[in-house]
Every structure is written in C-alpha cells, then in structure tokens.
C-alpha cells in the first residue's frame, strides 16, 4: 500500500482510537509516519503481539474511507481544518505529552500554535471581583510581552483570560470540549466567533460532536500540554484548575498560582498549589523570571 495521504491518517487515527489508543500511542511513536506498507515485521504487528493485522487495517479503512470522506469535506467547507498528529503542522509540545490528541481540529490562525512561548490561564467560572481584576492585569501585562495565552473558553477566568488578551492586542488560543458546532457555554459564542476569525480554536473532537462531561477534564490536558506554563487564578480546592495544573505538572510544566484574601473558598486551590511548591505570582516578573523569558524591548526612533 502506498504511503497514506493526509485524509486517510485522519481516518486512520479516528479508527485506531477508537479500538485502542494505547496502541496507536505507541506505534506513533515507533513510527511516525504511520505507514501501513506491508512488511514482514510490522511496528503494528509487533506491538499488538500479532493480534493486530496490517492487511485486515488497510481493508476496514479503505471501505470507511468514502463514508467518511464526505465528512471531511463537510469540515473544510466549515473552514476547519484537521490536523493528524503525524503533521508537521501538528505542535511540538503538544505531541511530547505523553497522551497527545491522535487529531487536532483547528478553526482561525494555526500559527498562533507555534508561537512561543504560550502560557495557559485557568480559573474559577465564578470569578470574584478580586479574581477579575488579578486576570485583567496578569493577561494584559503578559499579552504586552508578546505571550500567546491559552485556555478553555469556559465561563469565569477563561473567557475573560481570553477577552483581555484580545483587548490588549495580542493573540490567544481556545481549547473546546466538544466539537466547533456545539460552543459550550452558549454566553461564549460571540467570543469564540471572534476567535475563530482572528485567533485560534482547538479541539480533538470533530465538529459535529456535543460536549460531554467526561471531555472537559481531557481537554485540560491540551491546554497545559500546548503551555509552557499554566497559572491558576482562583479556584476551589477540587477543581478543574487544579486537575490541570496536576496535568502540567505531570508533563514536565511549569505551575503558577496567584493567591488570594484567605477567606475566600476559590483562594484554596492555589493556597494549595504553593503549599505543594507552585510559583507564587503576583506580577508578571514571576512568570516571566520563572519561564526565562525576556521582557519586550520597545526603541523609540529619533
């Protein structure tokens, strides 16, 4: 068999996932072509102990190839794009985690994905007045620095985490549970129409698909796996700001968490956070010193 075109490894990701994403995990990484030319000692066949055949593969996605054809076409028409891991398109540091999307669906500027660095800012959905004004200032002085925000598109901390890195001029970057036709919260929609014009929405599920529940918790693994760093900004003690600051840290990122008045519930995820050896932020310079980035020079022209 030749060497598979773009839209047949999106099919073939799709299908492998679904029968064992162990499996397909560590034949990427033994192959990242993702070749399926028939040879005496398959990278496929060896990880699966034989259970998995080449030639049995190649047959069921040549026969869900021109039913699933029509859905891709369906999905460029949207202005999405999918993205298989094996891509050159596909983010360095979101194929280093340890379980990277095997698909990426992408809607807006893809290169804002490979600007660097990219920083992720988590929080609460039910921000206090206190949690507003600490995102504004935080994402703006760091937006000013040329930093690509990255977060969930959630109600709270990430919708205004991405409304203030717009409002300073500067790019960030949504990742969605679900697919692009199912914007979820529905508050959001404008935002995230802006985003898809002129900044960037991700997904791992294609368009079609509505948020579930157990999707959220996988999608933070995204935000933090595309980050240098993330930061959490208020967030109770048992939350999705801390499932994925445990994610970043698990990949080898950087933790930081703004703290807050003690008797505030949202201030014990990152009480907690530091405790436990995360950066205490209370300016950018935090961040940045931490991340060694080096702040933005502006020259004036005489």
């Known amino acids: 068999m030749k060497e598979l075109n773009t839209d047949r490894k999106i099919v073939l990701l799709r299908l492998l996932h679904t029968m064992s994403p162990s499996l397909l995990y560590k ?4 192959d990242s072509t993702l070749s399926l030319t028939p040879q005496s000692f398959h990278p496929l066949s060896i990880l699966s102990n034989g259970k998995t055949k080449v ?28 993205i298989p891991i094996s891509s050159d398109e596909y983010p360095l540091w979101l194929k280093s985690i340890h379980d990277p999307p095997p698909v990426l669906f992408a809607k807006g500027k893809k290169e804002i994905m490979h600007h660097h660095p990219l920083i992720g800012i988590v929080g609460t959905r039910h921000p206090s007045p206190y949690g507003v004004k ?8 760091l937006t000013e620095e040329g930093i690509v925000i990255v977060s969930g598109l959630a109600k709270g901390i990430d919708g205004l985490a991405h409304q203030t890195a717009i409002q300073a001029g500067g790019s960030t970057i949504g990742v969605i549970a679900g697919g692009f036709h199912h914007i979820y919260p529905k508050e959001n929609h404008q935002l995230a129409s802006q985003m898809a014009e002129s900044h960037l ?30 930061v959490v900004i208020q967030g109770r003690e048992k939350s999705g700001s801390l499932i994925t ?8 990122r950087e933790v930081f968490a703004v703290p807050g008045p003690i008797f505030d519930p949202c ?6 956070l530091i405790q436990e050896g995360a950066k205490l932020v209370v300016s950018k310079q935090d961040v940045m010193e931490e991340l060694r980035i080096s702040p933005v020079h502006y020259w004036e022209h005489s």
């Open 55 to 82: 030639g049995e593969l190649s047959y069921e996605l040549e026969r869900k190839f021109p039913i699933l054809q029509q859905t891709l076409a369906d999905i460029k028409s949207s202005g999405i794009e999918a």
């Open 134 to 141: 600490a995102v504004r200032s935080l994402v703006r002085d």
């Open 267 to 272: 201030s014990l995820g990152p009480f907690k």
């Open 245 to 252: 600051a445990y994610q970043a840290l698990e990949q080898g």
């Open 201 to 230: 929405l991700l997904s791992e599920h294609p368009p079609y698909e509505t948020p579930q529940k157990w999707q959220f918790p996988l999608r933070n693994r995204i935000i933090s796996g595309l980050s240098k760093g993330i």
């Open 27 to 30: 034949w990427w990484k033994e």
